[in-house]
């Protein structure tokens, strides 16, 4: 599986941006995709994630601001980020998890769960 993301770019504060990953390869039976996003000097932190069932996961911190979605063909992931802030800013990556253990685990956003990583989408934050 190849996962590619598309979409980035630079926005101005209160501003929205959909960015895309495109999910080449046959998905697994069970399986979490995810969004997750690293700032310079940062952690990487998860922003977004659905599982194989449909069930949608975000972290308390980000509810409400930003939507992950994926389409009937199961081939493109999206994740709509709505008033965007300054500390938003940073390179976003789609990220795949596989098995049964990974759609239980989709909401805990562990980075070090995931075997699978698209290169990265850059988003600036500034007006």
């Known amino acids: 599986v190849h996962l590619r993301e598309s979409g980035g770019g630079s926005v101005q504060p209160g501003g929205s941006l959909t960015l895309s990953c495109v999910v080449s390869g046959v998905l697994p039976e069970d399986y979490c995709l995810a969004w997750f996003r690293q700032a310079p000097g940062k952690e990487r932190e998860g922003v977004a994630g659905l599982n194989s069932r449909g069930e949608a996961f975000h972290p308390d911190s980000l509810k409400g601001r930003f939507a992950i979605s994926q389409d009937n063909a199961k081939s493109t992931l999206a994740l709509r980020a709505n008033n965007l802030e300054p500390g938003d800013a940073a390179t976003y990556y789609c990220?795949?998890?596989?098995?049964?253990?990974?759609?239980?685990?989709?909401?805990?956003?562990?980075?070090?769960?995931?075997?699978?990583w698209g290169q990265g989408a850059q988003v600036a934050v500034s007006s």
């Open positions: 990220a795949l998890d596989v098995g049964l253990r990974a759609r239980l685990r989709c909401g805990r956003f562990r980075a070090i769960d995931y075997s699978y």
